[in-house]
């Protein structure tokens, strides 16, 4: 049997490096098709202004994946925040990575005006808004595993054999990415592991807000939030929905989301302050 040596195809690179900067230097001379460049900047500006949770509605065009869609949710950010410059002088801004996906996005925002009605300027609200990101989490376990499967993140043979024996994963975000935080069997135990892991934190931590997630049907979340969450807590917790861009990719869903009151281990490895993109 003969061993064949892989050699690096160097004339395929050099192709797609003057592909790539043949591509560049056209975009520097020439415009887009006006009708898909005028959608673009709509999609961006609507993402930028309303949320992915509200981009795809009833009576809406809008014909591309979720993918391409941050891109231009993050450059309508861009455009919204330079536009409001140019009519503005002395106007200045921060942009940070909200570094979830959950309703631990809005806090921090909150945070900021908070902030912002106390008499802080732009460093303070920054800081009030960095300080949010890295004292909120969120937890949630998917009721089956097929959505992590078809989008690629779990194996065939893993999703087979998690959905026989009734693996159910807790899932976090850390750094800006979901991650698993601990693997059980059953349901009912990934829910019990969220309920411990809050109860920690909340002991440790202090809570500021909650609000119980759900993907998909809202009764399962209802229920565990009247009979599981309220009685931890003593008091009425909002039920919301998660973004359906998130529900893509997960599947329908009970979880939770909270800030608490001083920073939590493992939502971020990095500094909080690398979540500030510009200012």
């Known amino acids: 049997m003969t061993k064949q040596r892989t050699k690096p195809n160097t004339a395929l690179w050099v192709v797609l490096a003057l592909a790539l900067a043949l591509r560049l230097a056209l975009a520097l001379v020439t415009e887009g098709y006006p009708y898909d460049m005028s959608c673009f900047v709509a999609w961006g500006d609507k993402l930028a202004a309303q949320g992915p949770a509200a981009f795809y509605s009833e009576g809406y065009f809008a014909d591309y994946p979720p993918g391409y869609l941050w891109v231009l949710g993050l450059v309508g950010a861009v455009r919204a925040a330079r536009a409001v410059a140019a009519r503005n002088i002395g106007f200045s801004y921060a942009l940070v990575d909200s570094s979830s996906c959950g309703y631990d996005e809005a806090w921090p925002v909150f945070d900021a005006v908070a902030a912002r009605a106390a008499g802080e300027d732009l460093e303070g609200c920054t800081r009030a808004v960095l300080k949010g990101i890295e004292s909120t989490r969120f937890l949630f376990t998917p009721e089956t595993l097929t959505f992590l499967q078809k989008g690629g993140r779990i194996g065939n043979a893993a999703a087979l054999l998690g959905n026989l024996i009734q693996l159910s994963p807790v899932l976090t975000v850390s750094d800006g990415k979901a991650t698993t935080l601990a693997k059980v069997r059953t349901r009912k135990k990934a829910l019990e592991k969220i309920v411990a892991t809050f109860k920690d934190d909340v002991e440790k931590h202090g809570l500021k807000n909650v609000v119980v997630h759900y993907i998909g049907d809202k009764t399962p979340?209802?229920?565990?939030?009247?009979?599981?969450?309220?009685?931890?807590?003593?008091?009425?917790?909002?039920?919301?929905?998660?973004?359906?861009?998130?529900?893509?990719?997960?599947?329908?869903?009970?979880?939770?989301?909270?800030?608490?009151?001083?920073?939590?281990?493992?939502?971020?490895?990095?500094?909080?302050?690398?979540?500030?993109?510009?200012?």
């Open 221 to 279: 979340a209802v229920a565990w939030a009247h009979e599981v969450v309220e009685p931890l807590l003593g008091r009425t917790v909002p039920v919301l929905p998660v973004s359906p861009v998130i529900g893509l990719h997960v599947g329908p869903a009970v979880g939770i989301a909270y800030e608490c009151a001083s920073a939590l281990a493992g939502k971020l490895t990095a500094p909080v302050q690398a979540r500030l993109c510009t200012s």
